[in-house]
């Protein structure tokens, strides 16, 4: 399988032979480059995982996500700026057509609550003290669920920690330093 290329819809077309062989859609494969570290890339995962969380075919989803990103949907400026009705004309050319005016609203909500109550997802992780922490933070949001928190932790972990923010690697060690 081809490296994934930069985050956005390029990423998700090169490996989509690899995520239907495989059954679970990593980060990775849509084009988010967790590793980086940024913000940016953490929030294109939640995102993301709000749509994986509905009981939906991962391709559904995988396609709907590609939609935002295609259309610059992938902070929470630019889904608060879109609006309820250019999120669900998205959703739907996505085919995430079942859930496509809950999932809009859910999408305004977050993005409207993460930005009050903390402003960044990285700043969501720096709060906490815990992964428990940063999974109930994440479940606080109206309509993230158990299901949401656990993919969305489960690409995130390697990355990110509670109270500490984003772990980086040593140049050649392989070892996790804090940032």
Aim: aromatic fraction near 8%.
């Amino acid at each position: 399988m081809r490296a994934a290329g930069p985050a956005g819809p390029a990423g998700p077309e090169v490996s989509r032979r690899a995520v239907a062989a495989r059954r679970v859609i990593r980060s990775r494969d849509l084009g988010i480059a967790l590793r980086s570290g940024k913000d940016s890339e953490l929030f294109k995962w939640f995102v993301a995982c709000l749509l994986f969380g509905k009981p939906i075919q991962q391709e559904v989803a995988r396609r709907a996500y590609v939609e935002l990103a295609r259309d610059g949907l992938v902070t929470p400026e630019a889904i608060l700026r879109a609006g309820w009705h250019r999120l669900v004309a998205v959703l739907d050319r996505g085919h995430y057509v079942r859930y496509d005016f809950s999932t809009a609203t859910k999408l305004l909500e977050v993005c409207g609550a993460l930005r009050k109550q903390y402003g960044t997802l990285t700043r969501l992780f720096a709060q906490a003290t815990s992964e428990a922490d940063v999974r109930r933070r994440l479940q606080a949001f109206r309509g993230v669920g158990p299901t949401t928190a656990r993919i969305f932790l489960r690409d995130v972990r390697p990355f990110f920690r509670p109270g500490r923010g984003q772990r980086r690697r040593r140049a050649g060690t392989g070892r996790a330093d804090r940032a």
